[in-house]
């Protein structure tokens, strides 16, 4: 198996040491938002009758404690993620320097177990933080007309008990009801596949992507520790997995070649979802006022 070579810099230290993604974007012909607040979901969004399940947004410590929780058995205890926690975390959460200025959104099921994930980074926290998660992996230099109304999404998991599909959707439709009320038309992130393997699944996927589903260069990003594709087998006859797939029909797009996350032993490829993008029938199940 190869073996893939040892970063310069860890992901962790990228914050610190590359370019400061600048403060202010570029101004664009769009009004200055106001400040966006958490919104609660419905009580009765359940997209299954199998899988009941509520979303809700956190609005206390405990409950993003929850969220981190949830996180940290996934990504630790499932897949093996080395984490960069801020000092003082306590053990067996998952929080690092962005939670703080993040909404997130949470998924309970009947017994008000949280099983599912996601926060979002929006403009103005992200002009308060000073950038990005996605910029410790990528120059997002391309993207920043699009900051102003663009949302980062991250730190997606759902319970293991709980994949068959009732949980994404209700996030999913909570992210779409957010990003309308809030005047949001672009969401971004890091759709992450595990290189266990080695990174051959990884590269095989990206030389589909790259001809099927690849952004115009206008919107493409280059990421910061490369995974290397050219030393890799690319040509298995891989499966993409059912969070990337599920972007895709929804009208996402890839932005690039793949990051390398040695933390969390996967390769990482930028993703964008517009709005406008989403096919009809998606749009009239998750943008119900734009139908």
């Not at 570029?26 to 009580?43: C, D, T, Y």
């Not at 975390?89 to 994930?117: M, N, S, W, Y």
């Amino acid at each position: 198996m190869l073996e893939l070579p040892q970063p310069t810099l860890a992901l962790a230290d990228l914050w610190h040491r590359a370019p400061r993604p600048v403060r202010r974007p570029a101004p664009v012909a769009r009004p200055v938002l106001p400040e966006i607040q958490p919104i609660a979901v419905p009580q009765q969004v359940q997209p299954t009758a199998d899988a009941p399940c509520v979303a809700n947004w956190a609005r206390t410590e405990a409950e993003i404690e929850q969220a981190q929780r949830l996180r940290h058995d996934v990504f630790v205890g499932e897949m093996g993620a080395r984490l960069s926690n801020i000092p003082g975390t306590p053990a067996g959460l998952d929080r690092d320097i962005f939670d703080a200025h993040c909404e997130h959104l949470l998924v309970r099921d009947p017994k008000q177990q949280v099983i599912g994930t996601y926060r979002v980074l929006t403009p103005m926290a992200a002009a308060r933080l000073g950038g990005w998660y996605s910029e410790t992996e990528f120059d997002l230099t391309r993207l920043r007309p699009l900051m102003p109304r663009m949302a980062e999404l991250g730190r997606s998991c759902v319970h293991p008990d709980h994949r068959s599909g009732g949980v994404i959707m209700t996030l999913w439709a909570a992210l779409a009801d957010f990003m309308m009320r809030n005047g949001l038309d672009t969401m971004v992130g890091c759709a992450s596949i595990s290189m266990r393997d080695g990174g051959h699944v990884a590269a095989s996927l990206w030389e589909q992507l790259r001809k099927s589903h690849l952004a115009p260069i206008g919107h493409q990003v280059q990421p910061r520790l490369p995974l290397p594709v050219e030393d890799l087998d690319s040509s298995l006859p891989a499966e993409l997995p059912p969070l990337i797939k599920g972007y895709l029909r929804c009208g996402a797009k890839v932005l690039g070649a793949p990051a390398w996350d040695p933390d969390f032993n996967t390769a990482d490829l930028p993703i964008m979802l517009r709005l406008e993008d989403i096919p009809a029938r998606y749009r009239r199940h998750f943008l119900k006022d734009a139908a």
